[in-house]
């Protein structure tokens, strides 16, 4: 540790950091574009100039590391005008397009304009170089050569994360300018965060372009629902609508990054086949009904099973699409209070999914296998389940978050479950069981509920409601806590931190976790954690 003045305040800071990362720990900006704390240093924007005394001219914070009593002066009359001159530069050719550019509200031109530099232009506009627009270089980005800086963010992170090299400088002086090298396109799993590191409108997301100003979004911290790796990410969202997700930094599940299939998976979290209402078997329809009516009839259904078959004439299958709550609180449902050990897990990829590679794609496609292991569910018992259904023995299935037909196909779902006689799923999605189904109870998706997922490593994270669920449908837990009630008319907890306290009693793999102490970057399973901490 080193002992340094910023500014006339001391700090202690770790041998390895930059003055950057020191000067961030006593809550002090200073300006940079080219440095990244994923990528490589090249010092190339000269925004970060500060002056450090004894030293002869001004230095690159982002490559100067902090010494023992060191002393830095950010905001002294030499770094001021070397801040102004360095903004002056990088703005000779910039277009005036932030009346129309997707990165207002979120540049860090205007942004430093406005804090460092707010002088005229000496340049005519007339005379300013002119390059390419709106090009479609792949992998759904577009490119802004006018607008680039050249802080090689992009080209870096092509060179040293993916290891692709798709983009490059090609050109000199003030013609240097961002590209493609010919004949290719930029074509890999991770380009879009390369629009999440370009500091300026450069480098933008297709799907995002011209539909919202980002001074209206909403954030909310959360985890990516898309692989087992479960991303730390934030949810943004305005009305109830996501519009995006960006990776959120965890250095110890996905660092500053986040697959591209993980990005533009929230479409299928708020299509035309979410279910809002829950639905009853009438003929060959199902339709709808109030909450009430359909948890009397399932308590009824259950209740008439218990005295003709015993309890285990019924089961349930959890889908590790469920959250830890939702998993634990059917399960303790199932056991506790209608008697019935015979709870199993699915875990299901689609055909055709991606396998693991070297970063952070996951071939296993749910985002909580791990966390239903710990609590003791697995895919073993679904077997078992079938062969209770062709024994005649089991006669009434809870489905949670998994769709059997699709993931067995319709023949292997009739041959091992055609003999049930009667079938409640819970979901938040019209999937191909519910068309098997006796009885459909509308669940929120994960954006829209607090709760938890353990990836494949055993951390386990928290996600927070970024906006309640659309018409009737219920948090799991709750669903489950109504069930619950209907049936014997005791109370239950439902909401996640109860549920997570009873399951942290109750699951070995849990002990001594708390929802409240996850904070922003979770902890193992078995891991005591501290108190609570919301990013």
């Known amino acids: ?167 490059a400088i090609f050109g000199r002086g003030d013609h240097n300018e961002i590209d493609i090298y010919p004949g290719r396109k930029v074509d890999n799993k991770y380009a879009g965060n390369v629009v999440d590191i370009c500091p300026v409108g450069a480098l933008t997301q297709k799907d995002f372009r011209f539909r919202m100003r980002v001074w209206y979004l909403h954030r909310t911290a959360s985890v990516c629902g898309g692989c087992a790796r479960g991303c ?34 929230f479409p299928a979290l708020q299509g035309e086949t979410r279910l809002t209402e829950p639905l009853v078997q009438q003929g060959d329809r199902l339709i709808p009904e109030d909450w009430p009516t359909a948890l009397r009839r399932v308590a009824t259904t259950i209740a008439g099973y218990k005295e003709s078959g015993g309890a285990k004439a019924m089961g349930a299958i959890v889908g590790a699409q469920a959250t830890n709550e939702e998993a634990f609180a059917l399960k303790d449902l199932m056991i506790n209070t209608i008697g019935s050990g015979r709870v199993a897990t699915l875990g299901w990829s689609p055909p055709g999914a991606s396998g693991d590679d070297d970063l952070l794609i996951r071939a296993d496609k749910n985002p909580n296998r791990r966390g239903l292991e710990a609590i003791g569910l697995s895919r073993d018992g679904l077997e078992r389940l079938s062969a209770a259904v062709a024994s005649g023995e089991l006669k009434m299935l809870v489905v949670m978050r998994a769709d059997l037909v699709r993931a067995l196909g319709e023949a292997e779902f009739l041959r091992r479950f055609g003999a049930l006689d009667y079938m409640v799923v819970l979901d938040s999605d019209a999937n191909e069981t519910c068309q ?90 078995g891991e005591q954690t501290g108190s609570e901490h919301r990013h």
């Not at 927070?464 to 014997?488: C, T, V, W």
């Open 1 to 167: 540790m080193a002992k340094l003045t910023i500014d006339g305040r001391e700090v202690e800071a770790p041998d390895n950091y930059n003055l950057i990362q020191a000067a961030e720990l006593l809550g002090i900006e200073i300006p940079h574009y080219c440095y990244h704390p994923g990528l490589s240093i090249v010092g190339n924007c000269r925004m970060c100039l500060v002056e450090v005394e004894k030293a002869p001219k001004l230095q690159i914070a982002c490559n100067t590391r902090v010494t023992e009593g060191m002393v830095v002066r950010t905001q002294s009359d030499k770094a001021k005008a070397a801040q102004k001159a360095v903004l002056e530069f990088l703005l000779i050719n910039h277009p005036i397009d932030c009346p129309v550019c997707d990165q207002a509200g979120e540049c860090k031109l205007q942004d430093y304009y406005m804090d460092y530099d707010r002088q005229p232009s000496r340049f005519a506009l007339g005379k300013k170089n002119h390059k390419g627009k709106a090009i479609d270089i792949g992998s759904e980005v577009m490119l802004d050569q006018e607008r680039c800086i050249l802080c090689a963010r992009c080209t870096r992170f092509f060179d040293e994360v993916t290891h692709t090299s798709e983009l």
């Open 232 to 265: 730390s990410i934030d949810i943004h969202h305005n009305r109830g609508r996501i519009y995006r997700f960006k990776p959120r930094f965890n250095p110890d599940v996905n660092s500053y990054w986040m697959c591209d299939e993980g990005r533009h998976g």
């Open 436 to 525: 098997m189904a006796n009885q459909v109870m509308p669940l929120a998706a994960y954006p829209e509920m607090d709760g938890s997922f353990t990836n494949f490593q055993g951390q386990v994270q928290r996600i927070y409601q970024a906006f309640p669920s659309p018409g009737n449908a219920l948090a799991g837990i709750e669903a489950i806590a109504r069930l619950g009630h209907a049936i014997d008319g005791a109370e239950r907890a439902a909401t996640a931190a109860a549920v997570f306290a009873k399951m942290s009693a109750a699951e070995g793999a849990f002990a001594g976790l708390s929802l409240e102490g996850l904070g922003a970057h979770g902890a193992k399973l």
